[in-house]
């Protein structure tokens, strides 16, 4: 009873200490990062070990998750650790990783449909030679290259699921770039095989795992595996090679300690961990390391990209995406252990595979999504650390995107049945309208602030609200702020229905540094949000008042 008595007492001392070190009245901007696009040494080239990796997510990493004790002291403070790469106004710097578009500046439906893509693909009327193929595994592929000298990695669609694969790439690939982050330029291609030669000495692993030359009857086979049009010719999408040296996979912790650049650790990356909400509603569940790759560009420096978008949307590239994805990951004890406690008498409520009513979409719906509870492939270190701000971060990355935005991604899909293209125009709307109600619940859907004159002559602090901008709620909605100068509360919580807020009472003090604090009220109406800190100063030397800091 004692050695229980001091072990909570330690605990209780440590935790106080946490609090009171965590504990700051003033805002200061954090330090920028270096930056990451230096010119470096070139690191080593690396692969996954793809078993390595599985041990590592679903034991190694659990068990020392358990024994972070600073992680679970931040946790019982409600001080989780926040994204290293953030700057004074909450937002991510761009670098190697990341570049801000939709969220920051809304992009034009021409900028939707063009991506990353900065031509029109390989030329279809001259040869494409083949110089690398994979005849191993369910969908088979090899790159090629056309006849103006570039390289392409050529996917296709499987037997009995035309367009699926493809057309979950190109959309997911648009809308990822939309996004902000790094993706190859892949594009859609419809070509006759008659063009195809195979290159000298081509490389091949066959199905029975043997590495040998490829032939002709083995790129026969290839093309018997694989769906076709009705006049032969084959809808694909052709990859482009990225300018630069492949250096492999990224993982989601830690950094890469070759890369001089990288040296912030990934799982503190808030685009890595506000990815957790965008990926869960596009359903990309294989956010696993070896869908990434690193590559060193001729400027001398690693860039870092996502890849292969084929397993996204109702579509996991060989077949519609399974019921489960999303519901449940692999060893997830709390199922099995239902199942066997009642003798198999437990059936998961995906275990009925549904109906595919459009081929081309696959298995895609709205039905037991939750984009909190939604489980990938594999536990990601970048995922778990999610805090309410990176959560808001990625929500809004969703949730910016407009109807028109998001059909112009789904038509770059080119579905030949327009019911089918509709279908998944209204399930991403659908999906992203759950995102916004979970997260905008959970914290202020408060964006874009500012200061404005008012009628008065004097200044505002002013924002726009996304819930409301994105249709979640109506204009009529309530907020609810106080104001602190230098740490101390000067106004009581004030409610408003306005979505700009008077500086009126603050003197022009030059030494001082106000916290307005917001909340806004629950998209499901049961209370108010979390807080959103908005600090301002008196810049004397311009006379007028400015932001100097947000803060969720």
């Not at 770059?412 to 125009?425: F, K, R, T, V």
């Amino acid at each position: 009873m004692n050695n229980i008595l001091f072990l909570r007492r330690s605990m209780f001392l440590m935790l106080s200490i946490f609090l009171f070190s965590c504990g700051s009245s003033r805002f200061v901007a954090p330090d920028r990062p270096p930056n990451d696009q230096r010119p470096v040494p070139a690191p080593e080239s690396r692969e996954v070990n793809l078993a390595g990796d599985n041990v590592n997510k679903l034991a190694t990493m659990q068990v020392e998750r358990i024994f972070d004790l600073s992680m679970h002291f931040r946790g019982m403070a409600g001080k989780p650790r926040e994204a290293f790469n953030i700057d004074a106004f909450d937002e991510v710097y761009n670098s190697s990783w990341f570049t801000n578009r939709n969220s920051i500046q809304e992009m034009s439906l021409a900028e939707i449909t063009r991506g990353p893509n900065s031509s029109d693909g390989p030329d279809t009327n001259g040869e494409w030679a083949i110089f690398r193929a994979k005849a191993q595994g369910v969908t088979p592929g090899f790159s090629i290259e056309d006849s103006r000298g570039d390289r392409y990695v050529i996917k296709f669609d499987p037997l009995g699921s035309p367009e699926m694969s493809t057309g979950a790439e190109a959309v997911s690939t648009k809308l990822f770039h939309a996004a902000g982050y790094n993706v190859p330029e892949n594009y859609l291609v419809t070509f006759d095989p008659s063009i195809l030669r195979l290159g000298d000495e081509v490389k091949l692993t066959d199905k029975q795992g043997n590495k040998r030359f490829m032939n002709q009857a083995d790129l026969d086979d290839i093309l018997s595996r694989i769906q076709k049009l009705p006049n032969g010719h084959i809808r694909v999408i052709a990859s482009k090679y990225l300018p630069g040296k492949p250096m492999g996979s990224f993982r989601y912790s830690g950094v890469r300690k070759d890369d001089a650049n990288d040296v912030i650790p990934h799982e503190h990356r808030r685009e890595l961990r506000g990815l957790r909400v965008m990926a869960a509603w596009v359903n990309h569940y294989d956010t696993k390391d070896n869908n990434t790759l690193d590559v060193f560009v001729p400027e001398g420096y690693m860039r870092h990209y996502l890849i292969d978008f084929g397993s996204t949307l109702g579509s996991q590239g060989d077949e519609p995406m399974p019921p489960e994805i999303g519901r449940e990951g692999p060893g997830d004890l709390k199922q099995v252990a239902k199942t066997i406690g009642s003798l198999g008498a437990y059936k998961r409520p995906w275990e009925r595979k549904p109906a595919i009513k459009y081929p081309a979409i696959g298995n895609f719906s709205t039905e037991g999504f939750h984009p909190q509870k939604y489980k990938y492939i594999l536990p990601n270190p970048a995922f778990l650390n999610v805090t309410n701000a990176d959560g808001f971060w990625g929500a809004r990355m969703v949730m910016t995107f407009t109807e028109g935005q998001i059909r112009a991604a789904v038509e770059s899909g080119q579905y030949s049945d327009p019911e089918a293209a509709e279908y998944l125009i209204e399930t991403l709307v659908a999906r992203q309208r759950i995102v916004g109600e979970y997260w905008f619940s959970r914290v202020p859907s408060l964006d874009k602030f500012n200061l404005a004159k008012n009628e008065q002559g004097g200044a505002s602090l002013c924002f726009s609200d996304l819930a409301v901008r994105s249709g979640l709620t109506d204009a009529e909605r309530n907020y609810q702020y106080s104001v602190y100068k230098n740490g101390k509360r000067i106004e009581s919580p004030n409610t408003t229905k306005e979505t700009c807020i008077s500086l009126a009472s603050l003197d022009k003090n030059e030494s001082a540094q106000w916290r307005f604090s917001l909340q806004s009220e629950k998209v499901n109406g049961t209370g108010w949000s979390s807080e959103v800190n908005v600090f301002i100063e008196w810049d004397s030397e311009n006379n007028r008042y400015e932001i100097v800091g947000i803060r969720r």
